[in-house]
């Protein structure tokens, strides 16, 4: 029996087994909602699947013809995606707590992956669902690339974004937040100045949420879909930007994995990154 929620707590479910597989999905339904580069899922029987707290505090969103994905209304996490017609759960593994009793064993959708991601293990790769499957992805539309603009937008498209110019950096966090908060392996953020940031529609929709005990830590979605979109803080000048949500290119790529010693014990960093196992040196040092 495994255990996880939503990162405020309102959400609660348990799982109980046999778990047969744990894929990493890179589809872009996925990187939009979870606002990180892949989305880890451990499927279970719906049998073994129950909501433990608050269900009714989940937004629903269709996204596609054979799939309802949800998330938590107040802080947006993304939540067990329930299939009936197939006697299935699937559920994200970010946010669980116990000991799971597999690792991932392949990526699928890789043909729609991020362009910033390096996929460095040796795990099969699937241009889209595996045959054994029996179902076809779904296409997203795409977005022209400007230069030196990069944008973005939710999973349901009614919010959009762009930046412009150089991002101060981009990393990988593996804070226990950010896994749930992202219901994935790790969160992958991209800091620019928040003046280099405007909403081009739908800024009306982006809800924030901060945790009560924390100093900075705030999460921005979409009330619609709960999509991830940019946190921009005035206060400290800057835009954090979900890289998932990005509909083009950004101009730089990963540069180090921060929290490594809160990293999910599931995954493993085989690429050649800086690792830092707590928290970075401010972006802004105090003068």
Not at 56 to 65: D, I, R
Not at 109 to 115: E, H, L, M, R, T
Not at 222 to 246: E, I, K, Q
Not at 249 to 261: C, G, S
Request: aromatic letters at 8%; charged letters at 20%; glycine letters at 8%.
């Amino acid at each position: 029996m495994v255990s996880g929620s939503c990162l405020c707590g309102t959400v609660t479910y348990e799982v109980q087994g046999p778990f047969t597989s744990m894929v990493n999905c890179h589809c872009s339904m996925c990187r939009k909602q979870h606002g990180a580069p892949f989305a880890t899922f451990l499927p279970a029987p719906l049998a073994g699947f129950r909501w433990t707290g608050a269900e009714a505090a989940l937004v629903t969103f269709q996204s596609s013809t054979r799939s309802v994905r949800s998330g938590c209304k107040t802080c947006g996490a993304p939540a067990p995606i329930v299939l009936p017609e197939r006697n299935m759960a699937l559920v994200p593994a970010g946010p669980l707590e116990g000991d799971l009793p597999l690792t991932p064993q392949m990526h699928i959708f890789v043909g729609s992956k991020a362009p910033w991601y390096a996929i460095t293990d040796g795990l099969p790769q699937h241009e889209a669902f595996p045959p054994e499957f029996g179902v076809q992805g779904v296409e997203r539309p795409t977005v022209d690339a400007r230069p030196g603009v990069t944008s973005g937008s939710c999973l349901c498209g009614e919010v959009a974004f762009e930046v412009e110019g150089d991002a101060l950096i981009m990393q990988n966090c593996h804070c226990t937040r950010c896994r749930r908060a992202r219901g994935a392996a790790h969160g992958t953020n991209i800091f620019y100045r928040a003046e280099q940031f405007r909403w081009l529609r739908g800024a009306e929709l982006a809800v924030d949420y901060k945790i009560p005990e924390a100093k900075h830590h705030t999460v921005t979605f979409c009330r619609r879909c709960t999509g991830a979109l940019p946190r921009v803080d005035t206060v400290r000048n800057v835009a954090v930007v979900p890289a998932g949500c990005l509909d083009t290119d950004p101009p730089l790529r990963p540069q180090r994995h921060i929290f490594t010693a809160h990293k999910a014990a599931w995954f493993a960093i085989t690429d050649e990154l800086p690792q830092l196992p707590e928290a970075p040196p401010p972006l802004f040092p105090r003068t």
